[in-house]
């Protein structure tokens, strides 16, 4: 069965917007590229992390990129602070200096964590993308979401359990209304009900670029296991 509803609150006043990071990320310039290995491992040695900020189109690709450093210690941080999935959807303010002595700024910009590359094992950061993200800029963001309402969902109260299907949905985004996250509201959902990509409202200037068809979480049955322990 499928439940057609909002998963929002309705008021565009509560609507999850302003991802602003209070944080600003601190680079300084990089001349040579990440792609050779030495260098780069250089970098990390010194305790940076190639990185690059460019700039959008339409949420493509497009160019003034800059080549940059950035403190590993701090992007660990705020990856471990935030996680992953959150570090991306959150908009920051980015300082490029000369080095990181110094108090003289390049370039100072709002920028989206587009990627960010772990070493396995130890979770250190390898490297990371940043989107230039000022008002007029147009990003593909995917938004983490947040199930709330468990402990009163009539389905999960009668045994059943909750089949996560998806954990982020992809948006085209303003970048002033870019949400940190998406709450997605399980409160009513009974037994072999499910919601879709199409059901999550959000702020009404964000396009999803995703199937609206597809399922994003379903109040399944109970599970085999637990219809043997009746027997």
């Given at each position: 069965m499928l439940i057609r509803r909002i998963v929002l609150t309705k008021s565009l006043h509560h609507f999850?917007?302003?991802?602003?990071?209070?944080?600003?990320?601190?680079?300084?310039?990089?001349?040579?590229?990440?792609?050779n290995k030495n260098i780069a491992a250089k970098e990390r040695k010194a305790?940076?992390?190639?990185?690059?900020?460019?700039?959008?189109?339409?949420?493509?690709?497009?160019?003034?990129?800059?080549?940059?450093?950035?403190?590993?210690?701090?992007i660990r941080k705020l990856v471990n602070h935030l996680?992953?999935?959150?570090?991306?959807?959150?908009?920051?303010?980015?300082?490029?200096?000369?080095?990181f002595e110094s108090t003289d700024v390049i370039e100072k910009v709002r920028v989206l964590p587009r990627k960010v590359?772990?070493?396995?094992?130890?979770?250190?950061p390898l490297n990371v993308t940043f989107i230039r993200a000022p008002s007029s800029a147009l990003l593909k963001v995917e938004d983490p979401l947040v199930f709330r309402g468990e402990d009163v969902s009539p389905g999960l109260k009668k045994g059943s359990y909750l089949n996560i299907i998806k954990r982020t949905v992809k948006f085209l985004c303003p970048a002033d209304v870019i949400p940190p996250y998406i709450d997605v509201d399980l409160s009513e959902l009974d037994v072999n009900q499910?919601?879709?990509m199409g059901d999550v409202r959000v702020h009404p200037a964000l396009k999803l670029i995703q199937p609206e068809?597809?399922?994003?979480?379903?109040?399944?049955?109970a599970r085999v296991s637990d219809q043997n322990d009746f027997y």
């Open positions: 999850r917007f302003f991802s602003h990071y209070a944080e600003t990320i601190h680079a300084v310039v990089r001349v040579t590229s990440g792609k305790g940076r992390v190639p990185s690059i900020v460019f700039e959008q189109e339409d949420g493509q690709r497009g160019g003034n990129k800059r080549l940059i450093s950035v403190q590993a210690n701090q996680g992953r999935s959150h570090f991306l959807s959150r908009l920051f303010d980015l300082e490029v200096h000369p080095d590359h772990l070493e396995a094992g130890s979770d250190a499910k919601l879709l068809d597809h399922p994003v979480v379903k109040i399944a049955g």
